[in-house]
């Protein structure tokens, strides 16, 4: 696509835009109990074409300022979403990230590359101080890419969600832009 930001990683891993013909591919992926088991709830399961549509249509649709959501690609194939999504209020200059690797992709260093990619980007491009994740504490392999990273874990947030019934502790983790 002409003029489309791309921003290429390692091992043939790089973050684009959205594209609406993405959904079918985002449907197969979020299809995928394993995966979900590890994101908030909300997402339809199984999650279909149209659902990906919405989705889609709504991350391009987002104001440019506060939302930086990107298709991750392993080579020409869909392998995963990654998204920093700017606070409110007093934390405007702090973002949330979230992201999920399709699960025949796991463990080849896409989540890695994409998070470094995004936060690189988001760093150099806005007035963003400080990016955030929270993991739940189970989710050993989530952790493990914002450690490798640069991520620095914060602390416990001590019974912070239930989740399949579970009441789960959640990790807190933060990159800072170097001032
Ligand atoms: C978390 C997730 C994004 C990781 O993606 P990925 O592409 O497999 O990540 P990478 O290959 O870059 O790194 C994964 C690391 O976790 C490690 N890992 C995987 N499973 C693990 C486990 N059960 N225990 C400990 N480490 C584990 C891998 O060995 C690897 O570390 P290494 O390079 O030191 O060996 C992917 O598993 C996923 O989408 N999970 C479901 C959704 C999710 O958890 N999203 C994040 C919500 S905060």
Same mark, same amino acid.
């Given at each position: 696509?002409?003029?489309?930001?791309? %921003?290429? @990683? =390692?091992? #043939?891993?790089?973050?684009?835009?959205?594209?609406? +013909?993405?959904?079918?591919? *985002? /449907?197969?992926?979020?299809?995928?109990?394993?995966?979900?088991?590890?994101?908030?709830?909300?997402?339809?399961?199984?999650?279909?074409?149209?659902?990906?549509?919405?989705?889609?249509?709504?991350?391009?649709?987002?104001?440019?300022?506060?939302?930086?959501?990107?298709?991750?690609?392993?080579?020409?194939? %869909?392998? @995963? =979403?990654? #998204?920093?999504?700017?606070?409110?209020?007093?934390? +405007?200059?702090?973002?949330? *990230? /979230?992201?999920?690797?399709?699960?025949?992709?796991?463990?080849?260093?896409?989540?890695?590359?994409?998070?470094?990619?995004?936060?690189?980007?988001?760093?150099?491009?806005?007035?963003?101080?400080?990016?955030?994740?929270?993991?739940?504490?189970?989710?050993?392999?989530?952790?493990?890419?914002?450690?490798?990273?640069?991520?620095?874990?914060?602390?416990?947030?001590?019974?912070?969600?239930?989740?399949?019934?579970?009441? *789960?502790?959640?990790?807190?983790?933060?990159?800072?832009?170097?001032?």
């Amino acid at each position: 696509m002409k003029d489309e930001l791309i %921003l290429s @990683g =390692s091992g #043939g891993v790089s973050l684009r835009p959205w594209r609406l +013909s993405d959904a079918p591919a *985002l /449907g197969e992926l979020l299809s995928n109990k394993k995966l979900q088991d590890n994101l908030r709830d909300g997402l339809p399961y199984p999650y279909t074409a149209e659902d990906g549509e919405s989705y889609i249509s709504s991350m391009l649709k987002g104001d440019k300022n506060k939302l930086f959501a990107f298709a991750i690609v392993l080579g020409d194939k %869909l392998a @995963g =979403s990654i #998204g920093a999504f700017r606070q409110s209020n007093i934390h +405007s200059r702090t973002a949330e *990230l /979230g992201y999920y690797v399709g699960e025949s992709f796991w463990g080849r260093g896409v989540g890695t590359t994409a998070v470094k990619l995004l936060c690189r980007h988001v760093f150099e491009t806005t007035d963003i101080l400080r990016i955030y994740a929270e993991p739940f504490a189970t989710n050993a392999a989530s952790c493990r890419v914002l450690e490798k990273s640069g991520f620095r874990f914060e602390g416990t947030l001590r019974q912070n969600a239930v989740k399949n019934g579970n009441i *789960l502790d959640m990790h807190m983790y933060s990159l800072l832009k170097k001032l």
